[in-house]
């Protein structure tokens, strides 16, 4: 093959894998294309720089393939832009006069349900020393060993271990109110809910859910991790008070679906202006992407977040620092879906509803 047919292949490879994510269908071959739009920009400005070993200047295909290439690159520079330092913060710093006991640290943490490491959890959950812990992937043994290694510290707790990847346990030094466990769109996936009480007395409502990925040997389809995100975009909307939304969603926060649950909740995104952090994959430096996620409404301010260190899952922990300042929320007013969005999430609740067969 001629290095120019090589390049022109390789740069219809790249147009091919931006453009595929723009089919409106939620098949799992499709979506898992959101992923890896790092990668893909990446990608693209490798064969748009390429290009121009063999670019013709009395071309007028080459200038068009430059320009189809060109294209792309914005397309996914635009998608990932937001997550980069070079942006404005959505969740802005705290101001002057935070008050300490409104403050709080969160983690998410997905354990991976058959590491054996349990040692790497509780040692890094021990340095850390988060307020609210939540923990996915976690079954009886896995309840056993944190309640062993760091139950002492918490004298708060949910817990819904399972066996099929989906359990949960969610730790807190501060007092809960009304917890409890649901099963939003599936009775085996468990999310749990309650009202925070801060040390200053200031509550607020926390979500924390773990939907099923749109892969083959998980969910041929995205349509019940959407459905969960909506479901819980509509509660977010609806609440009478500030709210957190943590947890391994399943899904990177620059996708559609991700989009369209902040817009619909009202929700602010910690990552945006800070960093990418990249939680999943562990085991592969070139293929990751920020799987685990933490929302919050307007009222918070974000002091720090950060990855944790490698506890020998397949994901690496993420936590946030967060004061809840609600006389500044008005300094940050997230934006609003529009009436076209929320027609969408309620589709997408329908069609969840339809795929179970119910009425």
Known sequence: MKLKSFLQAFGIFAVLLTLIPLFAADFWWIRVFDYPHIQLTILTLTALASYFIRFEMRSWRDYTFVLVLLACFIFQFTKIYPYTPLSSLEAGKPGKNADIKDSFVILTSNVLQKNKKADLVINEIKKINPDLAVFTETNTRWQKDLQEGIGQMYPYKISAPLDNTYGMILYSKLKLENPHTSYIVDD???????????????????????????????????????????????????????????????????????????????????????????????????????????????????????????????????????????????????????????????KEIRKEIRHDGHQ
């Open 188 to 346: 085996s996936i468990p999310s749990m809910h309650a009202v925070v009480q801060l040390a200053s007395g200031k509550k607020f409502q926390l979500h924390a859910i773990h939907p099923t990925p749109p892969m083959p040997q998980e969910n041929p389809s995205s349509t019940d991790r959407d459905a969960e995100l909506m479901k819980v975009a509509l509660e977010t909307l609806d609440a009478k008070m500030p709210v957190v939304v943590i947890g391994d969603f399943n899904d990177v926060a620059w996708s559609q679906s991700s989009h369209l649950f902040k817009k619909l909740g009202g929700l602010l995104d910690v990552r945006v202006g800070r960093n990418f952090y990249t939680t999943f994959d562990v085991n592969s430096i070139i293929m990751r992407w920020p799987l685990d996620q933490i929302f919050v409404t307007e009222e918070f301010r974000v002091a720090d977040i950060s990855k944790g260190s490698d506890v020998g899952s397949d994901h690496f922990p993420f936590y946030a620092k967060l004061y809840l300042q609600p006389e500044l929320a008005k300094e940050q007013i997230p934006k609003k879906a529009t009436k076209e969005e929320i027609k969408t999430a309620r």
